[in-house]
């Protein structure tokens, strides 16, 4: 394994299609020394052909330190991450692969419940592992188009009536509320969590709404279209290590700022969904208009995603 800067060199040790359209890459190290640790719900970046990079989430096993595996949908209509992975990636090839990151953390709880829907199921896979490995309950509500379209149901077979698969064709939509109806046999505090298109996700959050705070957490694949925040005017952002004050107008995000006065930021996405520009806030109420932080984490004030978020007065003080 070489690295260069924050990415690794791996190599495709084997694809293998896991249903219709779904593919599994298996990426081992070109040393075949130990890969980095990384838990339950993380995702790394894909440094594909012609400067194409995507992120995958993690779906093979904590503890097998020698591969990493992501599973990848085949969309014809993307922006071609998929497309180079179904038709041109070959066992062999060799990717560069960012380090893990994981804003998709599986807290401790009493208690899980999964809702996957279609290529969502990758995060859940780790997640279940771990659950099973210390004894919590859980289950898994995971619903697709058709059943061939759904990847790892041959994995998740040994599970039982723990896991409920629905495909659309057969069974309808899924049943939101029989599977939270049920929540409480899984404990006092049970988490939900939930991982799949946008109008799945936005049924969930409508429902845990009414089941008390922060309960649900969720993983996108892409921002939902919102409403501009409160905050759009200017704003003045103040750099607590170098002590420099920068204003930001109102076509300019705090990330494009940053960079135009050469204080680089991490970023991928660009659209508040992985959490990769976050940083530190020490004075300052930001307006947030991410899809990673949890209510909690938002009233706490402490961080924000830079890329979309802003303020809700006049001066944020950042660490940086």
């Known amino acids: 394994m070489s690295t260069t800067g924050s990415s690794m060199d791996l190599r495709v040790r084997q694809l293998t299609y896991e249903s219709d359209g779904i593919i599994s890459v298996g990426l081992v190290g070109l040393d075949r020394a130990e890969l980095p640790e990384w838990e339950p719900g993380a995702h790394v970046d894909l440094r594909l052909a012609d400067g194409l990079v995507r992120q995958y989430s993690l779906c093979g096993s904590t503890a097998d330190r020698g591969q990493y595996a992501v599973a990848v949908l085949h969309d014809p209509a993307g ?17 560069g692969v960012g380090a893990p990151r994981n804003t998709f953390v599986l807290e401790p709880g009493p208690g899980y419940l999964f809702i996957a829907g279609g290529i969502g199921i990758t995060p859940f896979l780790p997640m279940i592992d771990r659950a099973e490995r210390d004894g919590v309950p859980w289950r898994l509500l995971y619903g697709g188009r058709t059943r061939r379209g759904m990847a790892f149901l041959e994995r998740l077979a040994r599970y039982g009536d723990r896991v409920q698969v629905v495909p659309q064709d057969e069974c309808g939509l899924l049943d939101l509320d029989a599977a939270l109806a049920g929540l409480e046999e899984l ?4 988490l939900v969590y939930g991982c799949g298109p946008e109008p799945l996700l936005a049924a969930l959050e409508q429902r845990c709404a009414l089941l008390g705070e922060d309960v649900l957490r969720v993983e996108r694949f892409a921002a939902p279209e919102v409403e501009p925040g409160a905050a759009a005017g200017e704003f003045l952002v103040e750099l607590a ?24 930021v991490p970023s991928d996405c660009q659209e508040g969904i992985c959490g990769s520009c976050q940083v530190g806030v020490l004075a300052g109420e930001p307006d947030h208009r991410d899809h990673v932080l949890t209510r909690r984490q938002r009233l706490a004030g402490g961080v924000m995603m830079t890329c979309v978020s802003r303020c809700l007065g006049d001066r944020l003080v950042l660490d940086l």
């Open 79 to 95: 922006r071609g991450g998929s497309r180079y992975v179904h038709e041109a990636l070959r066992p062999g090839a060799r990717v």
């Open 187 to 190: 404990g006092a505090g049970a």
């Open 241 to 264: 290590r170098s002590g420099r004050t920068l204003a930001v107008d109102t076509e300019t995000s705090v990330l494009e700022c940053l960079a135009r006065n050469g204080i680089e």
